[in-house]
Structure formats: C-alpha cells, structure tokens
C-alpha cells in the first residue's frame, strides 16, 4: 500500500531540482516496483543500460524474482566476468592483478597502502562530520528526510551526499589511478561511480539499526564498495565484518573477517558477500562508502544517487 513515507520520499529531492520526469517515474516505482512500470518510460527517459540490453531486462525483472533466484544470476555474472578477466589482465600491472584475485578470493581488498590521507585532513574530516546537519538513518531515504544535529538519539547518521565542504576530501581520494585500475578490471568495465554515503555511528545509543544484522546488498549484479575509515576501528569497536567468500557462494561461508584499521584505513569489498556493521561501538565512528559500478542501477535509483550523478561524475572522471 502507498503510505504517506511513500509519498514524502517521492516529493523529497535534498533540496535540488528534480526534473519532473524523474519524480513521476519514481512515485510509479515505489508504487509497482519496477515490474510493472512501463519499459518505456524507463528506457526513454532515463536511459537506463542502453547499452546492456540484457542485464537490464533481468534487473527490471529482479522483483519478480526471489532473492536466492537473484543471487543466483548476479554469481554467474561473476563468474563469467572472471573468465572474461584473462583477456583485459594483460593491460593491467601485476599490483593491479594481485588486488583484484584477493577479492575474487575473499570478497575484500585492503588498499590502505594505495591511498594515503594525510592526518591532518582525517582530523578535519570527522569535525566537518561531528559538527554537520545530517539525516538520522544509514541512508537519507531512511530517514525522517530532515536534516538534525547530530546526537544520541539514534544511532546511524547519513550526511547529504553533496554536501559541499566534504567535496575536497572526496577528490583527494578519488584522483588515484591504481584505485581506479583496480575497480575497472575487477568490475571488466569502465566503473561509474554511483553513491557516496558518509555515516556517523554514535556510541552509547539505545536504537539499533538493523545494518548491523548479517545481510546481503543487492544493488546490482556487479558492482564494488570502498570504505574509507575516518576513525579507528576494531573488531571490538564498530568494524565491518565480512562472510570471506561469499560474494561468490550461495552460502554463508564460515570465515567471519572483521575489516579492522586505523583512522585513514580503507577498504574495496563485494557487498554481494554477507557482511555485517558491528554492534560493539566504543567511540563514534565516522565511515565513507562508496559504491561504483553502472551508475543507474536499482539500487541507485531507489536511493535516488542519480540526484547526485553529475556531482559524482565531477568526483570520479
Ligand atoms: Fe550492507
């Protein structure tokens, strides 16, 4: 049933301009989720994989299917990509290579050592955070879609994607050419960054979010996720952990790795993998993700990303 959240989250545009093209398409979504929104609309105006035919027939059908059936499908594209890999990994470095198999391998890659922040902005990145407005859940969309200091009252902040002061420091990450080889041979297309999500955990909060509960992310059917830490963390304290593996299984996998690092630690990960946010918080954190792949995607239109692309594309190209 269409509900009132349903309607504010059509009418909510994080104060930008919305074409109204896009809105309407978007209010049908919510209200047929995909299937039986006409193809048209979706084709004509949003361009939506023109160029992958296939793969956006199947994600248009994606919610006729059941999950498992879904996550079937998105194992296979896997698998597939990773034999396509061998023609492309003769024009990467070795480095390049080594990063990509230890994802196809355990579904994460520590990539710390590629991109170096320097002190000084980490510290001045997470009072930029501390001190911001933002929406009180792990997304804008899940929130009450009002912007709020920051307190104790919940316990998963979301800064507006865009926000302007924050733009720098996304750059600096973002200009790296190793970063972007990496993404390119293990997505085997040109990646497209998609969504930018900064989140503040705070500590000592009673409401519990249930991101921190074992699931699957079902943006697309390939797509990759860096996590850049901009406070310590631990498997005592808030760090991701991850079902190492599973990216590429059905199952669960019985290696639970906690992606652990210091303040400036980053990490690319398959959030098709079972992956988890850690319940035990002993200071607040302040984590980015962010997810690139084909930009328009279910997951970024349904979170509404695509508000966001030309900034992104400022960012990554
Ligand atoms: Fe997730």
Redesign the pocket.
Known sequence: MLGINSIKKSIFSFQKKEPFLLKFAYFLVLIFKFNIVSRFIINNHLKFFLSNKEDFDDIVAKYNLPKKEFLTKAILFKNNSIKNRSLLNLKYKEETIKAVKEIDENSFFNASKIINLEKEDIEKFVNLCSSSLAFNSTLPLTSDLKKKKIDKSVNYYSLDPGQENLKEFYMKILKNNKLREIINLYLGFSGELFAINTMVTKMDSKFRHP?TDM?R?FDDFHWITMFVYWTDVSKNNGATSIMSGSHRSTNTSDKEIYLEGKAGSVFLTD?LAY?SGNKVLKNDRVITAMRFGKALNPASYINKDYLFFQYFNDLYN
């Open positions: 991101v699931h992310d959030n992956h």
